[in-house]
């Protein structure tokens, strides 16, 4: 199975390393093309794959094609490569607000197409993709990319009507993560903890607590409330949180980000 790349960034390196690592496709059966010679030479040295500068031959040699560009380089990416790619191909986007009915029309003509909307903890195995197919994708050739996808992290499949909302509780969340670690952190280093002391205790506290919703099936509600000892410490900082607005700043963020994608 031939696999290809257009954009060889952060997001195309997680994904080729997930699936070299798995074994599930081999580097001498992928191809990413990139105009940033720097690029391309990053994920050759790292991956060792096939590199070019030609958007063309990744399209025409791929059975399974990325388009692993930013959201403004998707019509001027999909005008150089449209008379290359076949009906026969499956193309997977991984950017926010093109919908399958967009990416027909600039193709101009019927594709397998598959929505995809990674987010950057794939980096390190631990992803969360959701998955929209076109509905020209057979179920088989689905699976196969939900195979794909899980060499990464997690996958669900979703309506395309959710993914805009998938944007701001999943592809952009994991900022929203870190500034919130870098808070903590910086919150212990002003008692007198050393910062990188603060950042794993920071993080792990993330992490864990992440661990215990998949893992116990709990409300979160539920587990916040089993941390909120009577007039104890933690139930004072929920307080100063909801005083500043914690749950409402997250939730406007997210509705900002959900109404930029679907512009996009």
Not at 80 to 96: F, M, N
Not at 222 to 242: F, Q, Y
Request: a negative charge.
């Amino acid at each position: 199975m031939k696999l290809g790349f257009i954009g060889t960034g952060n997001m195309a390196g997680a994904i080729i390393g997930g699936i070299i690592s798995s074994g599930l496709i081999g580097p001498d059966e992928i191809i990413g093309s990139d105009a940033r010679q720097a690029g391309r030479e990053r994920v050759r040295r790292k991956y060792n794959i096939h590199v070019t500068p030609d958007n063309r031959q990744a399209a025409k040699e791929s059975e399974i094609l990325f388009l692993s560009v930013k959201p403004q380089f998707y019509p001027a990416v999909i005008a150089e490569i449209r008379e290359e790619v076949t009906k026969e191909q499956l193309v997977i986007t991984i950017a926010p607000g093109k919908t399958l009915e967009w990416l027909e029309e600039q193709f101009g003509k019927k594709l397998k197409l598959i929505r995809t909307m990674p987010n950057t903890p794939a980096m390190v195995g631990e992803g969360m993709t959701a998955v929209c197919p076109g509905s020209e994708v057979e179920k088989e050739e689905l699976e196969y990319v939900l195979r794909i996808l899980n060499t990464i992290g997690k996958t669900e499949v979703v309506e395309e009507r959710l993914m805009d909302a998938v944007v701001s509780v999943s592809g952009s969340s994991p900022a929203y993560v870190f500034m919130m670690i870098e808070a903590m952190a910086d919150a212990a280093v002003a008692e007198g903890m050393p910062r990188p002391l603060a950042y794993r205790f920071a993080a792990q506290a993330v992490y864990g607590s992440a661990k215990m919703v998949l893992e116990t099936g709990k409300h979160p509600g539920e587990l916040k409330d089993m941390v909120c000892s009577p007039a104890g410490t933690t139930i004072e900082a929920v307080r100063i949180l909801e005083q500043k607005g914690f749950r409402s700043a997250l939730i406007e963020a997210m509705r900002a980000c959900a109404d930029l994608s679907e512009k996009l």
